[in-house]
């Protein structure tokens, strides 16, 4: 019973000392909009480099947004970005935001797709794909929301 009582305790006080770190943790996610069309949503950035200088290029007021493929679509920054701590990832998905470092561009999947060499994950969008749905080429503008 000591154990279990013990193991309570320590349990307690780390979700007591944790629960405010995690909420910090949300409040300070980097977050972006993005507009085409009629469309708003936003994407929340993963913690990587990639992901950072895609911020450091904001706001861009001046990409176009295209249909690619059946699966995704796109969009060519004005630079590349970097590729520092570029990594095979797993759990890929619709409603990803990656970054396609041979060509320099941002690629928004709505639809099922598997990791390649040269993509970064950036981001996931907030609200599902149902933005991406709409077809056609379009202004795009990207903001921060920090």
């Not at 990587?48 to 699966?71: E, G, K, M, Q, V």
């Not at 570029?86 to 690629?107: I, K, M, T, V």
Request: a positive charge; glycine letters at 8%.
């Amino acid at each position: 019973m000591k154990l279990i009582y013990r193991r309570t305790i320590v349990g307690s006080m780390l979700t007591t000392v944790m629960t405010p770190r995690l909420a910090l943790a949300k409040e300070n996610a980097m977050k972006i909009e993005c507009s085409f069309h009629d469309q708003v949503f936003t994407v929340t950035l993963a913690d990587n480099p990639s992901a950072r200088d895609l911020l450091s290029l904001l706001p861009l007021n001046d990409l176009s947004i295209t249909d690619y493929a059946t699966n995704e679509k796109i969009a060519y920054l004005p630079r590349k970005l970097t590729e520092a701590g570029a990594a095979r990832f797993g759990g890929e998905a619709p409603g990803d935001l990656c970054y396609y470092a041979p060509w320099g561009n941002l690629a928004f999947f709505h639809a099922g797709y598997r990791w390649s060499s040269g993509l970064i994950r950036l981001g996931r969008l907030d609200g599902g794909i149902a933005p991406l749905l709409v077809r056609g080429t379009f202004a795009l503008r990207i903001r921060s929301l920090a």
